[in-house]
């Protein structure tokens, strides 16, 4: 028998932000990510942020053309979100959370 914990624990988003340095956009895009996870995944939810400037051999692995990418690991299918994240409703969208209108 499983409770509700087991079952919530599979629902975990796993969110890949890839930016270069602490630029004005990398910043609006990680403010903007965590309040709409805060608002519609609230503790479900792992944000790993990648600076290419300290790893740019890491932006081999998800194929990253530019950035501030946002790259949904968990779910799969993975999906990708490029710029700052401000369309809220773009993102819901792009991340699943929201049927396209």
Not at 23 to 52: M, W
Not at 60 to 75: H, M
């Amino acid at each position: 028998m499983m409770d509700e914990n087991d079952d919530r624990s599979e629902k975990n988003w796993e969110l890949r932000l890839y930016v270069a340095g602490q630029t004005p956009k990398s910043l609006k895009a990680f403010a903007n990510l965590k309040k709409i996870c805060d608002e519609h995944l609230a503790g479900q939810y792992r944000i790993e942020v990648v600076d290419l400037m300290l790893s740019p051999q890491l932006a081999e692995g998800d194929q990253i053309l530019a950035i501030p990418t946002l790259v949904r690991k968990l779910p799969e299918p993975v999906r990708k979100i490029i710029g700052d994240l401000s369309n809220t409703e773009r993102v819901l969208v792009g991340l699943d959370l929201r049927p396209v209108a």
